[in-house]
């Protein structure tokens, strides 16, 4: 059963630096990518794409977030982190840790999501 832990969320002011990281748990014959959501509760907009990488080490980024967060994986441990610098009090939201790929014996791709942790940013 593939399970995602996300960890690092918290509250901090504008300007400041945050870490987040994500594991993933269970067994893959192939996971492809791994990547960073967000959603703010109050808004009701869908969950936004902030940053994704593949294992072949590709990233792509939201334009929102580009040239401030950064994005790394570790294929062999299956955890994925998100850097993110010079918070902006717009980048308060839920971030939800996501990953794509096929369950060891499964027959299809699938995406798989973590439960979220929270990021606040004061003015």
């Known amino acids: 059963q593939v399970r995602l832990v996300e960890s690092g969320g918290g509250l901090v002011q504008a300007g400041e630096s945050l870490r987040l990281s994500c594991v993933v748990s269970?067994?893959?014959?192939?996971?492809?990518?791994m990547g960073w959501f967000r959603q703010d509760p109050g808004n009701q907009r869908e969950r936004e794409f902030v940053?994704?990488?593949?294992?072949?080490?590709?990233?792509n980024y939201g334009d929102s977030v580009k040239g401030r967060f950064a994005i790394a994986g570790d294929f062999a441990e299956n955890t994925v982190y998100l850097q993110m610098n010079s918070l902006k009090p717009e980048d308060t939201a839920v971030y939800y840790c996501?990953?794509?790929?096929?369950?060891?014996?499964?027959?299809?791709?699938?995406?798989?999501w973590g439960q979220g942790t929270q990021v606040t940013v004061t003015s």
């Open positions: 996501a990953c794509v790929g096929r369950e060891e014996g499964g027959i299809g791709v699938d995406s798989y």
């Open positions: 269970g067994t893959f014959d192939e996971l492809r990518s």
């Open positions: 940053a994704a990488i593949t294992k072949n080490s590709v990233t």
